[in-house]
């Protein structure tokens, strides 16, 4: 049983976030919500753990197309980066506000930035394109995350100042829009840049609150330096472009690491 821990570790904390919540607002949802999304991670890690080849994209496909589809476009709530803002401008601690605290800001802290490689719905359907490998060195425009971010904050900033009406019905417009944009913009960078995770390393909001929170992440890849021969595949096969042959956390974009055990499945010696 010891080699099932993580998942095991994986599913209580979740499921103690669930409980706690379900108490604390005295809403069901909750115990349902943080429940589902703790067991389609841990099924995830067990199947990897017995060499599942498709693992990760299991998980993705059911946290993410809940999130996307349940949440997002049946129960039109705004789980995109406007949402958050909208709910934190209105003092309501629901929804976006609870999604981001646990996955977004303080999550990361415990498992780094696994929520983009195991549950994120924009991901999800990037990682279907052909560029799972960046086929091109890293380019130095991560500072185009920063200017969405202060966007995403200024536009919903405008509508409370604006008081415009209807708020509610904006932000789930707002969400599929939104959607739609990120979807486009990150199939065209892929095309472009020859990398199915061009968005994520240079556009997407969401990776303001994260980095910084990785950068003190529980669960990370270490490199066992006897067993490492300095092939170089690690990095190679890296979809985020991380040096997890460095065990330190300043590593080369360290807080970039997606937990998607790309480097851990193709490592030669099992040195991480």
């Known amino acids: 049983m010891k080699k099932y821990s993580v998942p095991l570790i994986m599913l209580s904390i979740f499921e103690t976030v669930a409980i706690l919540l379900w108490k604390a607002k005295d809403n069901l949802f909750y115990l349902f919500n943080f429940s589902y999304i703790g067991i389609s ?14 693992a990760r994209r299991v998980v993705q496909l059911l946290v993410g197309s809940y999130m996307l589809i349940y949440l997002g476009v049946i129960s039109r709530e705004n789980m995109q ?10 003092g309501v601690f629901e929804a976006a506000t609870i999604h981001y605290a646990v996955a977004k800001i303080f999550g990361p802290l415990i498992f780094g930035r696994g929520w983009c490689g195991y ?12 560029y799972k490998i960046p086929k091109e060195p890293r380019k130095k425009i991560g500072w185009i995350r920063y200017i969405t971010f202060a966007l995403s904050l200024l536009f919903v900033s405008f509508l409370f100042l604006s ?41 997407c909001p969401v990776t303001v609150f994260m980095k910084p929170m990785s950068y003190f992440s529980l669960f990370r890849v270490k490199c066992d330096k006897d067993k490492c021969i300095s092939c170089g595949k690690c990095k190679r096969v890296c979809p985020m472009n991380v040096d997890v042959t460095d065990n330190s956390r300043k590593r080369k974009n360290g807080t970039e690491c997606i ?14």
């Open 119 to 130: 549950a994120c719905w924009t991901a999800m359907v990037l990682d279907f394109l052909p």
């Open 41 to 54: 991670i841990s099924l995830g890690l067990f199947l990897f753990i017995n060499k599942y080849k498709y």
């Open 259 to 272: 937990l998607c055990m790309e480097c851990v499945k193709n490592c030669p010696k099992g040195a991480l």
């Open 81 to 90: 980066i406007e949402g958050f803002w909208y709910y934190l401008f209105t």
């Open 163 to 203: 008081h415009v009406g209807e708020m509610e019905k904006i932000m789930f417009w707002t969400f599929l829009v939104g959607n739609a944009l990120y979807y486009i913009a990150g199939i065209v960078m892929a095309f472009v840049l020859k990398d199915n995770r061009a968005f994520c390393k240079y556009i």
